[in-house]
């Protein structure tokens, strides 16, 4: 597939985003969504990458090259149970499915709790919930599901986001931050559960191979509450009782859309296998990457901000050359997507919630001051990049 590698700099004026209000002109809504708290959760079994291969009977060189240079050390999966002759097989769609819906409301209640907990909130706090998955179809959707496991008020707001991929989490974000806007003070919570153990195959291909040795399972809740934007001279918001700053306002949103490589991340049918497949492009990382400059210029314009100045990089952990390649496009330093880089290698790619992952150990490292700003981006199919400005 021959994908782009270059894109057009010349930009009108009307081909700024208009997604949400600039910093500099927030004072025409006087209610911003702020960051409550984080929690996430993984599955029940966490696996080497040398276990993956000895479990799944991986003896290929190359196939195995493939899951040892990942840059990954370990992940949460749940594999098949062994056959008769003591290999695990590739499990049948409808199981898959089984699969994904036990998983994904485990984790999920697990992390929409711990969520809760860090935002000093109840379940009975809570007035929107935002489910968003990509590796299994549910009807009626996670929300519901959730909703019904942890009593949850029947009242409570919902909606899902289903099949968007790797960069869903923040399109979320953005949906739920104008929730949260246009109802100040009530509680919102996006929940990214992704099942990654319910969309693997063992047909040994390096197709199939390169899916196999990034992904695996894992659930980030995120909750939002909006208030009023503090005023010129306001004093910032003092420390929690642990001492950690208190969460960023979420400022803006940018996306970015790239046709040409429509089909170089899918989730489709495979007519052979009788069940779905993923497949990723091996140019992916060099297209978001070139791309990359785009998606984050256009964020920042208009808001007398450079990427200099922003300190706090929260990337999706897409895979080694894409954070490789997000790094050298935008000219950041290796401690800069430190976050990144530490949960692709405990925990590999959890898809839509990897950026949550990576916000949740920056809150623990209680390394940010008031006043400083962030850039949340996430990739996914489309191909997209999404991105979100934030300031403490």
Partial sequence: MDLPMTVDMELS?????TEAPRPDVAAANPFVPRIAGVGTAGGATSYSQREVLDEIGVTDPKVRSVFLNSAIESRYLTLPPPGAGGRRESEPQGDLLDKHRRLAVEMGV???ESCLKRADA??????????VTSTGFLTPGLSALVIRALGIDRHCSRSDIVGMG????????????????AHPGELAVVLCTEACSAAYAMDGTMRTAVVNSLFGDGAAAVALVAGPEPG?????AGPDAAGRAPGPRVLRFASTLIPEALDAMRYDWDRDLGR????????IPYVVGANAEVAVDRLLDGTGLRRGDVRHWLVHSGGKKVIDAVVVNLGLNRHDVRHTTGVLRDYGNVSSGSFLFSYERLVEENAVEPG????????GP???????????
Wanted: aromatic fraction near 10%; proline fraction near 5%; hydrophobic fraction near 45%.
């Fill in 13 to 17: 004026r009307d081909d700024l985003p």
């Fill in 372 to 379: 400083d700003y962030g850039v949340l981006m996430t990739m």
């Fill in 110 to 112: 697990r992390a929409l």
């Fill in 382 to 392: 489309g191909s997209t990049i999404e991105t979100a400005l934030v300031r403490w």
């Fill in 276 to 283: 779905f497949s993923f497949f990723l492009d091996p140019q």
């Fill in 122 to 131: 109840q379940l009975s706090d809570l007035r929107h919930l935002c489910c």
């Fill in 166 to 181: 790797c960069n869903a989490g923040l399109n979320a974000l953005g949906v739920v931050s104008g929730w949260a806007t």
């Fill in 232 to 236: 010129p001279g306001a004093r910032a």
